[in-house]
C-alpha cells in the first residue's frame, strides 16, 4: 500500500477485534487484527468507482458499505505448525512516521491482542513478510531507547531474497524510510534469512512465488492432513478482484505481471476445497473461490 489519510480510520475502542481461529488438518492458522474499517474504492483500484463496486451485490454487507465503500482489514496470521508458530506480515506499527495520518506514530494495541491471542512476542519462532510494503513489515521492530530492535527476539524473520534486493536499491523517500526502520534493524541484529520465492518452512508450510505487486511477492501455503489452505499476501487486496481480476492495484509495481498472476491463482483455486485467507479482507476473511460466469466470486 501506498499513502492516502483516508485509508482504514475505524478502531476499536473499548475491547479488541475479535480472533477468529482456523483448523488445516493439524495446523492452527489465527488472524490478529491491527486495524479494519472502509475506504473510497478509489483508494486500492482506479475503476472502483461506487457505481461499479454496487453492482456486485455479494460483496454487501461484508466487504463494501451500502454506499459503495469498501471494508478492508489490516491483520497478521499466524500458523502454529509442527511445533512452530509463524507470523505472517506484521501489519503498520507503532511509533513510526508515515505518510498515511492514521498510520501516523501510531499508539495501538497490537502486541497485547497478539499475546491475548496466545502468541507473547518472545514466543515466536518465525516471522514472514509476503512482501516489504509499509503494510506487512510495521511491527518487524519497536521502538526501545530511541533504537528500532526487533519485535520477536527469539524469531527467524524471512524475507525475500529478490525482495530485498529490489527494496534495498530504492532511493532515498518514504520507501526507503520503511526499510531503515522496519526491516534493516533486523538485518544488522542478524535475525534475518533472505530466502527464495519457494522456500519450504517446515512439512505443512511452503512460500509460493505470486509475483507482480512486488517483484518478489510471495503467498502462503499450508497442507496439513489432507486439507489446504493459502494466505494470498497482496496477490488480490479485496474480494472484489475475484469478479474484476483486471483491476489492478494502484501499488502493483507490475500491473500486467499481477493481473496474470491472479488469474492464475483464481483459475487455480476455483471450485476446489481450498481456505482462501486474505491478507487484506475484511471478517470473514477466508472463503472460498467460486467460478461465476466468465469471472469468480468469494464465497463463505
Same mark, same amino acid.
Given at each position: 500500500m501506498a499513502a492516502d489519510d483516508r485509508i482504514l480510520q475505524k478502531e476499536p475502542r473499548l475491547s479488541t477485534y475479535p480472533v477468529t481461529r482456523w483448523k488445516i488438518g493439524a495446523a492452527t492458522i489465527t488472524r490478529v487484527v491491527e486495524i479494519e474499517g472502509s475506504s473510497p474504492g478509489s483508494f486500492f483500484?482506479?475503476?472502483a468507482t461506487p457505481e461499479r463496486l454496487l453492482q456486485h451485490?455479494?460483496?454487501?454487507?461484508?466487504?463494501l458499505t451500502g454506499d459503495g465503500r469498501v471494508i478492508a482489514s489490516i491483520h497478521c496470521f499466524v500458523i502454529q505448525s509442527e511445533g512452530r508458530s509463524i507470523v505472517v506480515d506484521t501489519c503498520v506499527g507503532n511509533d513510526k512516521p508515515r505518510e498515511v495520518k492514521a498510520w501516523h506514530m501510531r499508539q495501538g494495541r497490537f502486541l497485547?491482542?497478539?499475546a491475548e491471542a496466545g502468541f507473547p512476542r518472545e514466543s515466536v519462532d518465525t516471522v514472514l513478510c509476503t512482501h516489504l510494503h509499509v503494510d506487512h513489515v510495521g511491527w518487524n521492530t519497536l521502538l526501545d531507547a530511541g533504537r528500532w530492535v526487533p519485535t520477536f527476539p527469539n524469531a527467524r524473520y524471512l524475507f525475500g531474497r529478490k525482495e530485498w534486493e529490489h527494496w534495498s536499491a530504492e532511493p532515498a523517500g518514504p520507501d526507503r524510510e520503511v526499510r531503515n526502520d522496519s526491516v534493516r534493524p533486523v538485518l544488522d541484529a542478524g535475525l534475518a534469512d533472505l530466502v527464495e520465492t519457494d522456500h519450504r518452512i517446515n512439512g505443512e508450510v511452503q512460500l509460493e512465488p505470486t509475483p507482480g505487486h512486488?517483484? *518478489?511477492h510471495v503467498s502462503v501455503r499450508i497442507?496439513?492432513? *489432507?486439507e489446504e489452505a493459502v494466505i494470498t499476501g497482496d496477490l488480490m487486496h479485496h474480494p472484489v478482484q475475484c469478479a474484476e481480476p483486471g483491476w489492478a492495484s494502484n501499488f502493483d509495481v507490475d500491473p500486467e505481471a499481477a493481473r496474470r498472476t491472479r488469474r492464475a491463482f483464481l483459475e487455480r483455486c476455483a471450485n476446489?476445497?481450498?481456505l482462501v485467507l *486474505?491478507?487484506?479482507?475484511?471478517t470473514p476473511t477466508a472463503g472460498r473461490i467460486i467460478r461465476d460466469g466468465n469471472a469468480w466470486r468469494f464465497a463463505f
Open positions: 483500484f482506479k475503476a451485490a455479494w460483496l454487501k454487507p461484508h466487504f497485547q491482542d497478539l512486488t517483484p *518478489g497442507v496439513s492432513g *489432507g476446489r476445497p481450498v *486474505g491478507t487484506h479482507f475484511a
